[in-house]
């Protein structure tokens, strides 16, 4: 999923030496797959759903297919803050504690590529104490030389997965910028149909202060006033 309209030259196989510090055989396939980038000949057969031992790999989703590598490219992102992302947590009949969320050391990336957390919502209270989280998150993929927006809920019930990632664009010293534009493409195109109003509130903020997160929500849902119907 890109946003970008020109994806300029890049060969891959001019880089392999840097990837080798950055990136396993695998990750560096589906990565290529998620940017539109024409893979290595060295990797072209390459099967990214093979399980392996350590680092990342696609998995299939619980519903379709759709989100299979993006959800592998933000796990891959997100690999060294899984503790910090969306979970719920409980006890079970036999008194264990237990998350939502299933964390997985094999998959602790290579290097860090320092997730910049932008803010939380949440979609909806379903109840007391049932929230609908969605945490983002910007991150730097070196080499490929692209910011990727990442999504992080509590639960598989939306996507399949609970993190993808919902966009990326190419460097520009404007952070935010980048981030608004993925994020307001993805709340239009894909959640903006089963919210007519929009996410409830904020849980947090980041590199995206609070000001800003309203006023992305307003250009998607804008909020209505007895003045709206005066003009119609």
């Known amino acids: 999923m890109s946003l970008s309209s020109t994806p300029g030259s890049f060969c891959l196989q001019?880089?392999?030496n840097e990837l080798d510090d950055c990136?396993?055989?695998?990750e560096r396939a589906f990565l290529c797959d998620y940017f539109g980038i024409k893979r290595p000949e060295r990797l072209v057969s390459l099967d990214v759903y093979q399980p392996v031992r350590s680092g990342v790999y696609v998995k299939p989703g619980e519903y379709s297919s759709e989100y299979d590598v993006p959800n592998a490219v933000a796990r891959l992102a997100l690999a060294r803050i899984q503790e910090c992302l969306p979970a719920w947590a409980g006890v079970n009949d036999s008194g264990h504690y237990f998350t939502s969320r299933q964390y997985t050391r094999s998959e602790i990336a290579m290097v860090n590529y320092h997730p910049?957390?932008?803010?939380t919502i949440n979609w909806a209270d379903s109840g007391p104490g049932f929230s609908w989280p969605e945490a983002y998150y910007l991150v730097w993929l070196p080499v490929f030389e692209r910011y990727v927006v990442?999504?992080?809920q509590?639960?598989?019930d939306c996507y399949g997965f609970e993190d993808i990632a919902i966009g990326w664009q190419f460097f520009s010293d404007d952070r935010v910028a980048i981030a608004k534009e993925i994020i307001l493409a993805n709340w239009g195109s894909v959640h903006k149909p089963n919210y007519e109003e929009g996410w409830a509130y904020l849980f947090g903020t980041g590199l995206v202060s609070e000001d800003e997160a309203n006023s992305w929500r307003e250009e998607i849902w804008p909020t209505y006033t007895p003045d709206d119907e005066e003009e119609d």
Request: a negative charge.
């Open 14 to 16: 001019d880089y392999f």
């Open 154 to 156: 509590d639960s598989p």
């Open 23 to 26: 990136y396993t055989d695998i």
């Open 116 to 119: 910049q957390h932008l803010f």
């Open 150 to 152: 990442t999504a992080s």
